[in-house]
Each structure stands twice: as C-alpha cells, then as structure tokens.
C-alpha cells in the first residue's frame, strides 16, 4: 500500500500551464486625493490557500493635468506621484483569506509633460489643456468657498493609509458556473491628513467578485461600493463626500505557459456632487492594459494606464511590480 501511495504521488498530474490564471492586473485610481481612500483593487475570486502567503511590491508612477477656477473654487492638480506599495495576503481556512498593504506616496513635478503631450497627439486623445501652461510644474491642491479642502506636499515622501480586506469564497469555479466571492474592507487612517498623505478618517468597502475561464481565456470582474470617511477639512468647507460605487472588468489571454496579456476597465463614480466643476466632480474610466511573465511561483507584471474619460483622473501612469508566494 505505501509504495502504490509513492506511486502515486509521484504520477500526480501537474496543472496544466494554459490554465494558470495570473490576473487581473491588481491597479486601482492614481488620482492623488484617491490615493487617500480605500480601494478594493481586481483581483481574483479565487481563495490563497490555507496556510499560504502570497505578497506583492509594485511601484505605479503617474501624470495628472486638471486646472480649473471658477470663483472661490479651484482645481489644481498638475504633477506626478510615484507609488510604492507592499501588499500580503494569507488564507485563513473555511474559504477566507485577509490582506493588507503599505504603501509610500511622493508627489514631484516629474518630467513627463512633454511625452504625454506627443502620446495624446498621436493617438486623438484629449491633451486637458496641458500645452496651454509650462511644463514639469507642481501643485496638488483643492479649494471650495475659498478654504482648502486638499492640498498634497511636494518633493516628500509619506506613508499612506492602511488597508484590512477580508474576502469569502461562496463557490469555486466549475462546469457548473463561475468562481464567486465577497469582501469587506476597512482603511486605518495612519496617512497624514495635513500633508495629503490619508483622508485622516475610517473607510469601509463591501463587495463582490466573480471570474470565469475557458482555456486560455479568464474573464474576471468585480463590484464595490466603498464609504469613505468625510475629511475634516471637507466638513469645515461644507463639502460632501459620496459613498463610491466600483465597477471592474479584466480580460485575460494567456498567450504562452509564461506569459499573460491583460486588459481591463475600472469604472469609479464621481466623488462628490457638491463640486461645481468636472475636474473634481466626474466620473472616471481607468484603461488598463499589461502583460504578467511567470517563473515558477513568481510572476511579474506591467500595465499602462489611462484615464478614458480624462475629466478629472490622471492622463497616464505606468504599474509595474512583482508578485510571489511563500
């Protein structure tokens, strides 16, 4: 009997490289006053393993051209953050795992403005009146009725606020159906609020997400609805903060045993209602479009980014990172 148990293990079936799922592309919005709530970024519905670690180090580096006045208020969002973010999760048994992540935020006037100028050119996209002010310039500041409300320091460097995710597998993937899963998340205002670095209050999301795959396609998708904590500065000013409603949808080709090529849409509705401009009061559409390299259990990946709507969220950014298990 111990030796057909031998046996047996060791003619085990390995898992079948064209349906190892390396997706989607974990972005979320670079929109710097974003960058200071909650985000249940795409991920799959599937559970890490009881018992398993899985972390994650990206950097996302992005350009923002928003400059409006009108009257007592003021949208100036023109610079480039640079994002650095560790994130670990672990299962935890009877179908749940937890996450977490760190993150540091650096606002910079950056170098960009001249590339995306040409990028947007090239390909017809709306340029936000970026060549009507002097390039590599910096300020990342809101103001309502006259007060600011935001306003993110330049040239230092900060960590950000603190995410908890816990999500719930309700059924795996089979013939039968797609993989579905729930979450909840809180975010711990560690982040300085004073130096735009966190919304200086508690966060809380609820969710859901499924994924479906057939060969090597996976199609995965999520839907959240995340309740920020009103920010002091924005009670002060008489500014409201709506609760946000997330809606996520990846598409994966696995074009060999190694290597995906990813693409997906990140629809996030607009913040507030109050604000009498688009540059603050818009939806966004975040394109995402990348590719993940495996070796073994680790795997890296990149994506570029851009703002469909290009309204209020960034003109373009750039993901890139590395992902493993332990």
């Known amino acids: 009997m111990l030796l057909a148990l031998l046996c047996g293990c060791i003619s085990a079936p390995q898992a079948d490289p064209a349906q190892i799922v390396r997706g989607p592309l974990a972005t979320r919005v670079q929109h710097p006053f974003s960058l200071t709530l909650l985000s249940m970024r795409p991920r799959r519905a599937a559970i890490q393993e009881e018992g398993v670690s899985g972390a994650t180090l990206d950097l996302a580096y992005s350009s923002i051209h928003e400059v409006r006045k009108l009257g007592p208020q003021g949208v100036h969002f023109d610079g480039e953050t640079a994002r650095s973010s560790f994130r670990l999760r672990r299962g935890i048994g009877n179908g749940w795992d937890v996450e977490s992540e760190a993150s540091v935020l650096f606002g910079t006037s950056g170098f960009l403005d001249a590339f995306i100028e040409g990028f947007h050119e090239f390909f017809g996209f709306p340029d936000a009146g970026r060549p009507l002010l002097e390039r590599n310039q910096y300020r990342m500041r809101l103001r309502y009725h006259g007060q600011r409300v935001y306003d993110l320091v330049d040239d230092e ?120 401009m688009e540059e603050f009061g818009s939806e966004m559409l975040d394109f995402a479009l990348g590719c993940a390299w495996q070796r073994k259990s680790t795997v890296l990946h990149v994506a570029l980014l851009e703002d469909l709507v290009a309204a209020q969220g960034p003109d373009f950014g750039i993901q890139m990172g590395v992902s493993w298990e332990f």
């Open 157 to 276: 460097y900060g960590f950000g606020d603190i995410p908890i995710i816990f999500t719930k597998q309700l059924r795996a993937e089979s013939d039968r159906g797609p993989g579905v899963a729930m979450r909840f998340g809180v975010e711990i205002p560690t982040g300085s609020a004073e130096r735009g670095f966190g919304n200086g209050e508690m966060d809380f999301g609820l969710g859901t997400l499924f994924e479906s795959s057939a060969g090597r396609w996976t199609v995965t998708g999520a839907l959240d609805f995340i309740a920020p904590g009103r920010p002091k500065t924005f009670e002060e000013a008489g500014l409201s903060l709506d609760p946000i409603c997330s809606l996520q949808a990846g598409l994966e080709f696995r074009w060999s045993d190694r290597m995906s090529l990813l693409t997906q849409l990140a629809y996030t509705s607009p913040y507030t209602r109050d604000f009498p």
